[in-house]
């Protein structure tokens, strides 16, 4: 694992009076995994800003995509005023964004105003509590990730103009570990890989992926929280540089229904307390899998259905679960067996499980509580795992399988005890209306599809 090379405090405040920095993004991840908050100048970040944090109105962990207040949650609304919280540094985070000049960033914990406290609801505040209950237990989890994306030749504004349709992806046919194609993608690529190395996001590789213009571009694997900070970082620098550019990317799970879904597949594994070794690998036992690896993919696989919403919170999300699609359609797993939901990897120090549920769309921070709370509940309740699947898991017809659809997901959330028991009743009201609201908006819209069908011929 390559460490990220952190920025202190102090190298931020110096970086500031000498003028090289003059502008600072307090940053946050909201429902969506969007980052949002405020810019500060250089020296009022150094006077008032750097031990007090900023104020930024409640609402940002409520709102829809369009930032309009949406009715029904607990947390935030009219009744309760719209008050602020308080987003604080977290002083290991602080990073420099290369592709915005004199610009640093810093990942910021939300607080209530009232109490001192951390916001139950706030995504950094939920993975943080899961992790907190794994290193309760003794272990360390570490977690990698990869993210899809695609590449478009049009700009955002162009997209937008033309309605999202008809966009010219970057290649005209599949591109996956093609160097010649990639090689022409790279103008973009690379200035996406340089720009998040140089600021303090570690990046591995880079390739070209099963759909025409579609990329993945990895990351080194790190601490839950550190790697869903590089995860949106990493999706915000790809956003913003490929703009710069005239080119737009979406991390959409399903741009069209002729397209390959783009993913964000999760790798996870448990270390010792100190972080030194993995208690995951066990080379005496059957595919190299401890006790404890065995017992934590039994709770993954028995809360995969309920936890659905963490890893597909769209509507666009259930467009992706299609058989022999690269993506999963059914909940058992296999060694390096990728038709199915979960896939056993890796040998020795790198035994890891990797869910290829969720899709790129997933906010990082709720996917990974997702993931860390299941594979918990297996460790507390000692579950047993079942035998591997050898088989295509498409056609497997005596597995479990991922709901096909947004509202049948909602429907096992807010059916679940354990949803409530791994993550509290507040964050299951938070979660529940979040994807209530998401069904909501979309039934109080016309499709192209039912035009296309509908308007002539009916």
């Given at each position: 694992?390559i460490?990220?090379q952190?920025i202190?405090r102090?190298e931020?405040?110096s970086?500031?009076?000498?003028?090289e920095?003059?502008s600072?993004?307090?940053a946050f991840?909201?429902?969506y995994?969007?980052?949002v908050?405020k810019?500060t100048s250089?020296?009022f970040?150094v006077?008032?800003?750097?031990?007090?944090?900023?104020?930024n109105?409640?609402?940002?962990?409520?709102?829809?995509?369009?930032n309009?207040?949406?009715s029904?949650?607990e947390?935030?609304n009219f009744?309760?005023?719209?008050?602020?919280?308080?987003?604080?540094?977290d002083w290991?985070?602080?990073?420099?964004?290369?592709?915005?000049p004199?610009t640093?960033?810093?990942?910021?914990?939300?607080?209530?105003?009232e109490?001192?406290?951390?916001?139950?609801?706030?995504?950094r505040?939920?993975?943080?509590?899961?992790?907190?209950?794994?290193?309760?237990l003794?272990?360390t989890?570490?977690?990698?990730?990869?993210?899809?994306?695609?590449l478009y030749?049009?700009?955002y504004?162009?997209?937008?103009r033309?309605?999202y349709?008809d966009?010219?992806t970057h290649?005209?046919w599949?591109?996956d570990y093609?160097i010649v194609?990639?090689?022409?993608?790279?103008?973009?690529i690379?200035d996406?890989r340089?720009?998040?190395?140089?600021a303090?996001?570690?990046?591995?590789?880079?390739?070209?992926?099963?759909?025409?213009?579609?990329?993945?571009i990895?990351?080194?694997?790190?601490?839950p929280?550190e790697m869903?900070?590089?995860?949106?970082?990493?999706k915000?620098?790809?956003?913003?540089?490929?703009?710069?550019?005239?080119?737009?990317?979406?991390?959409?799970?399903?741009?069209?229904m002729g397209?390959?879904?783009?993913s964000c597949?999760?790798h996870v594994s448990l270390?010792e307390?100190?972080?030194r070794?993995?208690?995951?690998?066990?080379p005496?036992?059957?595919?190299e899998?401890s006790?404890?690896?065995?017992?934590?993919?039994?709770?993954?696989?028995?809360?995969?259905?309920?936890?659905?919403l963490?890893?597909a919170?769209?509507?666009?999300?259930?467009?992706?679960f299609q058989?022999?699609s690269?993506?999963?359609?059914?909940?058992?797993?296999?060694?390096?067996?990728?038709?199915l939901?979960f896939?056993?990897?890796g040998?020795?120090?790198?035994?890891?499980?990797e869910?290829r549920?969720?899709g790129?769309d997933?906010?990082?921070?709720?996917a990974?509580?997702?993931?860390?709370?299941?594979?918990?509940h297996?460790?507390?309740?000692?579950?047993a795992?079942?035998?591997?699947y050898s088989?295509?898991g498409y056609?497997?017809t005596?597995?479990?399988?991922?709901?096909?659809?947004?509202?049948d997901a909602?429907e096992?959330?807010?059916n679940?005890?354990?949803?409530?028991?791994?993550?509290?009743?507040?964050v299951?009201q938070w979660?529940?209306?979040?994807?209530?609201?998401?069904?909501e908006?979309?039934?109080?819209s016309?499709?192209?599809?039912?035009?296309?069908?509908?308007f002539?011929?009916?």
């Amino acid at each position: 694992m390559i460490p990220r090379q952190e920025i202190t405090r102090k190298e931020l405040l110096s970086r500031i009076a000498a003028g090289e920095v003059d502008s600072v993004v307090m940053a946050f991840p909201d429902r969506y995994g969007r980052l949002v908050g405020k810019r500060t100048s250089g020296q009022f970040f150094v006077e008032h800003v750097a031990d007090h944090g900023t104020e930024n109105c409640d609402y940002l962990l409520t709102c829809d995509l369009d930032n309009q207040p949406v009715s029904g949650f607990e947390y935030s609304n009219f009744d309760k005023g719209y008050g602020d919280l308080i987003a604080r540094p977290d002083w290991g985070t602080v990073r420099i964004l290369p592709w915005v000049p004199g610009t640093a960033m810093i990942m910021c914990d939300v607080y209530s105003p009232e109490t001192d406290e951390l916001v139950s609801v706030a995504p950094r505040t939920i993975l943080k509590k899961q992790v907190a209950s794994a290193e309760a237990l003794g272990f360390t989890p570490m977690v990698g990730s990869e993210i899809e994306f695609y590449l478009y030749r049009d700009s955002y504004e162009e997209a937008r103009r033309h309605r999202y349709a008809d966009l010219r992806t970057h290649s005209d046919w599949s591109q996956d570990y093609n160097i010649v194609q990639t090689t022409r993608d790279e103008y973009v690529i690379a200035d996406i890989r340089r720009g998040l190395i140089q600021a303090g996001v570690p990046v591995e590789f880079t390739k070209g992926e099963a759909g025409a213009g579609q990329h993945e571009i990895n990351l080194s694997y790190a601490s839950p929280v550190e790697m869903a900070d590089r995860n949106h970082v990493y999706k915000t620098a790809a956003k913003e540089i490929a703009a710069l550019h005239g080119r737009a990317v979406t991390f959409m799970a399903k741009p069209s229904m002729g397209d390959v879904g783009s993913s964000c597949h999760i790798h996870v594994s448990l270390w010792e307390s100190t972080g030194r070794s993995s208690v995951f690998a066990d080379p005496n036992r059957p595919y190299e899998m401890s006790g404890t690896f065995e017992m934590f993919l039994a709770g993954m696989l028995a809360t995969a259905r309920e936890f659905s919403l963490l890893w597909a919170p769209t509507v666009n999300s259930y467009r992706r679960f299609q058989p022999g699609s690269w993506a999963p359609t059914g909940i058992g797993w296999g060694i390096d067996n990728r038709t199915l939901g979960f896939r056993k990897v890796g040998h020795g120090p790198s035994t890891r499980v990797e869910s290829r549920i969720p899709g790129s769309d997933a906010n990082s921070y709720l996917a990974f509580a997702g993931v860390l709370a299941g594979g918990l509940h297996g460790i507390k309740n000692e579950l047993a795992l079942e035998a591997p699947y050898s088989g295509n898991g498409y056609e497997a017809t005596d597995m479990a399988r991922i709901p096909w659809s947004l509202p049948d997901a909602i429907e096992l959330w807010r059916n679940s005890t354990l949803a409530k028991d791994c993550f509290g009743e507040d964050v299951h009201q938070w979660v529940l209306r979040s994807a209530s609201n998401e069904w909501e908006q979309f039934n109080q819209s016309v499709t192209d599809w039912e035009l296309m069908r509908y308007f002539e011929r009916i």
